[in-house]
């Protein structure tokens, strides 16, 4: 990586960045030399436009010889980048050359960032390819089920449901809930 793409990073000057990576025709997923990627030194000193022009630009999110981009944002406690990463296919449960998680990371940390950043890492699915799961505010998306059926599937499943639940019990424990006449009306 150019020293000059880092310097524009870490002084946060996004459209320096930009232009470098439009007009220099310069690799995004190119590493330094201690395998530091620039979409890991954006995920951890840049800014949040740089890291989704990175990712839009097709930077690997989970690269990165020592850690991915993702445990950049959580060391740092950033999570907007990380919620970034997650949308771009960033994979939580990836190992640090520590064998850490990028939990792991934000967890090592009190500051509110880093509480933010766990707590998006304890749900990350809820972030991850949203554009593939379904949004009920979206008029083009497609319908989820049919409404006519919940009432057929509930009369045909609840009982399958509660007799298994049932056949799970000790038999202790299924005497006492279903008390003493339901028990006896069922040994009959």
């Known amino acids: 990586?150019?020293?000059?793409?880092?310097?524009?990073?870490?002084?946060?000057?996004?459209?320096?960045?930009?232009?470098?990576?439009?007009?220099?025709?310069?690799?995004v997923n190119c590493m330094d030399d201690v395998g530091q990627t620039l979409l890991n030194w954006a995920s951890a000193f840049g800014t949040l436009e740089m890291v989704e022009?990175?990712?839009e630009k097709g930077a690997d999110v989970n690269k990165g010889q020592r850690s991915s981009s993702l445990h950049y944002a959580s060391c740092f406690g950033r999570p907007l980048i990380a919620k970034v990463l997650l949308k771009h296919g960033a994979n939580p449960d990836l190992r640090d050359e520590d064998g850490k998680t990028p939990l792991d990371k934000a967890?090592?940390?009190p500051e509110e960032g880093h509480r933010e950043v766990a707590a998006i890492l304890q749900s990350p699915g809820e972030w991850m390819t949203s554009s593939i799961r379904n949004d009920p505010n979206d008029e083009n998306s497609e319908p989820r089920?049919?409404?006519?059926?919940?009432?057929?599937?509930?009369?045909?499943?609840?009982?399958?449901f509660c007799k298994t639940f049932q056949s799970t019990?000790?038999?202790?424990?299924?005497?006492?809930?279903?008390?003493?006449?339901?028990?006896?009306?069922?040994?009959?």
Do not use: W
Not at 145 to 160: C, H, R, S
């Open 1 to 27: 990586i150019h020293r000059q793409l880092i310097d524009c990073i870490r002084s946060k000057d996004t459209e320096a960045l930009i232009e470098a990576i439009e007009t220099g025709g310069v690799d």
């Open 107 to 109: 967890r090592e940390r």
């Open 145 to 160: 089920g049919d409404p006519e059926m919940a009432p057929v599937y509930l009369k045909f499943f609840l009982p399958v």
């Open 53 to 55: 022009f990175l990712c």
């Open 169 to 188: 019990m000790l038999s202790s424990v299924r005497r006492s809930s279903l008390g003493k006449s339901s028990y006896n009306h069922l040994i009959d």
